[in-house]
Each structure stands twice: as C-alpha cells, then as structure tokens.
C-alpha cells in the first residue's frame, strides 16, 4: 500500500502578531522543503496552504495545485504579512469548513 495516495494535506503557516518575519520565512522555507518530499500530482498527494492570522486565508487550495512545482511557486511569492491578533481556532475552522471540502478539492476516503 502507498502511504502517499491520494492524500490531501494542508499546511497552516503562522502569521500572527507574534511571528516575526525572519521566523515566518523560515516556516515559509519548511513548508517548501516538505513539499518538495512529497509526490504531489492529481492522483497522489494534494497540498493546500493557509495564513493563521485574524481573517485567515488560503495562500492555494487543493484542487488548485496540480504539482509541487505549482506549490513552491505560490509559495516563494509570499511576502510578510502585516503582524495580526493569532486566530488559531477561526484558522483550523476555516481550513476544515472552506478548504477540505469535495468543492475546493479534497478526495473523499
């Protein structure tokens, strides 16, 4: 069995009033690293990625990426946000309500 197929992931990257910039680069820069470990395509891993910050935000939904590639790159053009109140349970709630959903991507099983 292939632990990566079909596996939708979403990464939650900080940016609250208390994530400095140098710190949010380096989340920035992990989350591009484990990216790039992962098969991502279609048929095997999906990958999301969000701003945990006041009104969160998805930086690209599931289905809209179809390669790690694709992800790197939305990444990489990610600049640092202005400094907002941590809002990690209005985040979780949005990653669960508005990006892992059938609409925006996510595989059911």
Known sequence: CDPFKTQDVVFVLSA???TTEPVFNRFVSATIS????LPAGTDTVRV???LLQTIPEAVFQLGQ???S???VQML???TYPDRRATATGQTLEFVAERM???LMGRRSG
């Open 16 to 18: 609250s009033g208390q």
């Open 34 to 37: 484990m990216i790039r470990l």
């Open 48 to 50: 999301g990625a969000a």
């Open 65 to 67: 990426q179809l390669s």
């Open 69 to 71: 590639a694709f992800a």
């Open 76 to 78: 990489q053009g990610l």
């Open 100 to 102: 892992l959903t059938p």
